[in-house]
């Protein structure tokens, strides 16, 4: 009996095997979709033009990008992750005051588990991902001329979950959400006491947040 139900087993996953071995590993996306995007706030500042101003935010804006990834096993894919935003900052305090357009583009290695056959018409996946978010250089006029400010590259997680439909064996489209926290600075919050270490400064992290609602084509290889 235990042999029998061995052999089965191996014959199951012999032909599980052969269908991966056939079925697409390579999938190349273009990605489109709208962005959510915060900032952080600060100590406020006076300004020249007699305003206050204690908080910069990218806005809100549309989004594109390429997805590259690799299936290593029927559920599980490997890829790098390009998304840009072009947008622009907007400091708040007193008032509103739009500062400069930039690009805030995100560069992540990830890991994706799809669920359902690597056959299959509909899938759906998790994903997460690590890597860097480069927020770009912009210049904005002042009262005593034009100020430049250098881009900076950060480290950055990414995470996502979504779906994809795939009409034909070598085309596909898909639809998701995904969540991109990027670290900026720690505030400080308080003290923090206790009778073995004694006490320190306890520190509010703010991140830079994009939630993007995305979509896109698929092509498999």
């Excluded at 480069?134 to 950060?154: A, D, L």
């Excluded at 998701?176 to 400064?201: E, L, M, R």
Aim: proline share 5%.
């Amino acid at each position: 009996m235990f042999r029998k139900v061995l052999v089965s087993a191996l014959l199951v996953l012999g032909a599980a095997s052969a269908a991966f071995a056939q079925s697409p590993k390579i999938e190349v996306a273009g990605l489109f979709g709208y962005t959510l995007a915060d900032g952080v706030s600060g100590d406020p500042f006076k300004s020249t033009d007699g305003n206050t101003y204690n908080r910069i935010d990218p806005k809100d804006s549309m989004s594109v990008g390429l997805s590259v990834g690799y299936f290593v096993a029927p559920s599980v894919q490997f890829g790098f992750l390009w998304r840009r935003q072009p947008t622009s900052l907007e400091i708040s305090g007193t008032t509103v005051k739009n500062l400069a357009d930039l690009n805030i583009d995100g560069y992540h290695v990830f890991a994706a588990f799809h669920l359902g056959d690597a056959d299959g018409k509909v899938r759906l996946y998790l994903l997460g991902g690590a890597g860097v978010t480069h927020y770009g250089g912009f210049s904005f006029p002042t009262t005593t001329g034009t100020k430049s400010v250098s881009g900076n590259m950060i480290f950055s997680s990414t995470w996502g979950a979504g779906m994809k439909i795939y009409p034909s064996p070598r085309v596909g489209v898909q639809a998701g959400v995904q969540w991109t926290p990027t670290y900026i600075k720690s505030d400080a919050a308080g003290w923090w006491c206790d009778p073995w270490f004694g006490c320190y400064v306890v520190g509010d992290a703010q991140y830079s947040s994009q939630i993007e609602f995305v979509g896109g084509i698929t092509f498999r290889f």
